[in-house]
């Protein structure tokens, strides 16, 4: 059965996003990742599927290694979508350290 992966049910597991959070710091083998998590390498293997089918990690093959990288254009995707929701959330908080300021100088 061939599903199709959406990258916000991707990022919602933690363990997927510690793999993001490993790999964007240097290329990976999936035995490197593996050895970041109490799992069996299965498990890791599921994930890095995952992220390889969302597009989150492309891979890379030098002689008999598979490095992952991170996907920088799919991730500016995430992030671009999220923008929006951060604008507002610190127009709120910005408004609220104001009605704060005010309060306390009363």
Not at 44 to 63: A, M, R
């Amino acid at each position: 059965m061939n599903l199709r992966r959406d990258v916000f049910q991707a990022i919602a597991d933690p363990t997927r996003r510690t793999i993001l959070l490993l790999v964007v710091a240097q290329s990976l083998t999936a035995g490197e990742i593996a050895s970041h998590f109490d799992t069996a390498r299965p498990t890791v293997s599921k994930h890095l599927q995952i992220l390889t089918e969302c597009e989150l990690l492309t891979k890379e093959h030098n002689g008999r290694e598979i490095y992952y990288h991170i996907n920088a254009g799919k991730m500016k995707e995430v992030a671009d979508f999220i923008e929006p929701f951060r604008k507002v959330w610190d127009e709120r908080f910005n408004k609220l350290e104001r009605v704060m300021k005010n309060y306390k100088n009363k």
